[in-house]
């Protein structure tokens, strides 16, 4: 009896965990996103590395999809979120902000992101990776 | 008694505030009364030329935004477009150009990003409206008899 119930709880915190691990990036939960590589493009074309810091973007950034919210993860600064779209594995989300715009496009399987912020003179360029915590 | 406290602070805060923003205009600089100035008439005609210079130059050291190179810098867009000492007073609320409010403070998340060439241009912008109050102010000091290092 007691085997037992240790196999069924063994088999219970397994599902449990792969149902942690496997836990949806389709937007049906609320994602967190970390921003690893920043770059930044004037119009003439010319692009530089940076910093989440130095372009003032959030290191971490939370995808509501619920909610229709990008948010940093004190809540702080917001975006709303004004398309969704699934295709194909990938989530697409899009906004728009003081006469900028921004898309990200983030792998269902893996949680790999990239993101794009455009405006009329330049844009910047960001990959991350998702978790839905 | 309170308020003669609170004048004090005030009056020591003056030349950090704007000495920490128009270099040699008044925090890094040396004012000497060629004249024999008094003590209190060298600060009166300071905060006279303090005056002057603001309204000469259209900027106010006080109000100017803190470097913008630093994590929590704020920068006006249409000063990283070019628009210098006018601009300044939109750096502290925004785009002053299109009259919105932009950038992280005001909880804008994609809005208060800032490319790096924005940042460069709104440091040589703050730069520029910096060493021109400081010119108008050591103007001012020097024909009221003062040398100004």
Known sequence: MRALLATGTLVGLGLLASTALAAPLDGTVPMLCALNSVVECARRGDCERSTAEDAQVPPFVRIDVGKRLLSSVDGARTTPIVSVQRANGRLMVQGMQNERVWGAVINEQTGQMSATVGEDDGAIVMSGACIAP | ?149
Do not use: F, H
């Open chain 2, 1 to 149: 008694m309170r308020l003669t406290i609170q004048r004090l602070v005030g009056l020591a805060m003056v030349p950090v505030v704007v000495g920490t923003l128009s270099g040699l205009a008044l925090g890094q600089g040396y004012v000497y009364p060629a004249k024999g100035q008094s003590p209190q008439q060298q600060q009166k005609d300071q905060a006279d030329c303090q005056g002057w210079a603001m309204q000469q130059s259209g900027v106010n050291p006080g109000a100017m935004a803190p470097p913008p190179s630093g994590p929590t810098g704020q920068v006006a867009r249409t000063t990283a477009r070019g628009a210098a000492v006018g601009a300044v007073g939109g750096a502290i609320g925004g785009d002053a150009g299109k009259g919105a409010a932009i950038g992280a403070a005001t909880g804008a998340l994609v809005g208060g990003m800032r490319r790096a060439d924005q940042r460069r241009a709104a440091e040589q912008a703050q730069s520029q409206a910096s060493a021109e109050y400081g010119r108008a102010y050591t103007a001012c000091l020097e024909g009221r008899g003062y040398t100004v290092k």
